[in-house]
């Protein structure tokens, strides 16, 4: 049993005091470098005006050369570059490797002002988080950090599913999770080499033709990650953490991609990853509220501004309910409007308009 009242309480003495809600900002988007590539850092104050969020990488793709390379890189970078108010985050390395205690001494004492939040890779169960929640508090008050840090566990092991519930509801550190096909397909002996996507060998396909048994039968792809997709959104939106997508790995494929990220944004996801800049747009564009959609939720608020009673506006019952879901909308549209001019003038918002979210 844990203390509920302990809950907000910093886990070590000097530690900022854990914050109660997730802060909501534009996350359609968390765009990977390798902090490890000094021509990536001169990219990053162009590639900091596109993405939401840019997250320095230091466990896998990075190999195990660069692993120190990519750390001194990313605080490096942190001090250095001017990434706007797009946030800076980092995916560590995972505990059980060796180089996981140095990422986070190194860059939470360093750079922590800089960073909002760390990604924890294979988490297995709260058990992992705990431990992260506490180095955190003590180093956070080691270098004396004014706000905590937040985590961000990848759903990426058949155990870390299991517990996936108890890993979201484990620290009120936990800013979301994002779903990682690659191990986790690894990790259940999935029979597949792709990352993320459909497969063409997943189908069912309908029962032959009594009157022409030779026809061909039609068949229908289905979905691999349904289930863990839906059961992750359940985990996080149940505790007030962000659910994301993880990586699409075939970069020469922007419809796979787009389909794989819609489909994800339909079960409740908020965001995905970009491996390569031709994803920005591709998630930018899946995770943004469609332009007729933030119309009607204008209409609707402006038609109940005090968001209560009950109306019908284009035929559709409108009461205190609705409002709030209308409200989510135009909050998250003048969110994102504010970071993209082209958003802004698709969904009509003057400058006037995006002073007050
Ligand atoms: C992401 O890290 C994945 O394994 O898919
Ligand atoms: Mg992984």
Redesign the pocket.
Known sequence: MRNPRDFFRPLAIGAPEPLKEVPVKPSRVIHFFDPSNPKMAAKLPELARQADILLGNLE?AIPIDKKEAAREGLIRIAREVDLGDTPLWTRVNSLESPWFLDDMIRIVTEVGERIEVIMV?KVEGPWDIHYVDRLLAQLEARAKLSRPILVHA?L?TSLGMINVEEICAASPRMQGVSF?????AASRRMKTTR?GGGHPAYLVRADPDPKNPEAPRPVAQQDPWHYSIARMVDACTATGALPFY??FGDISDPLGCEDQFRAAFLLGCVGAWSLHPSQIPIAKKVFSPPPDEVAFARKVMAAMPDGRGVQMIDGKMQDDATWKQCRVMVTLAKMLARKDPELAAAYGFTPEDLREL
Do not use: C, M, N, R
Not at 180 to 184: F, I, K, V
């Open positions: 896998d890779p990848i990426e990682g096909p690659a191990d986790l990352v993880g990586p």
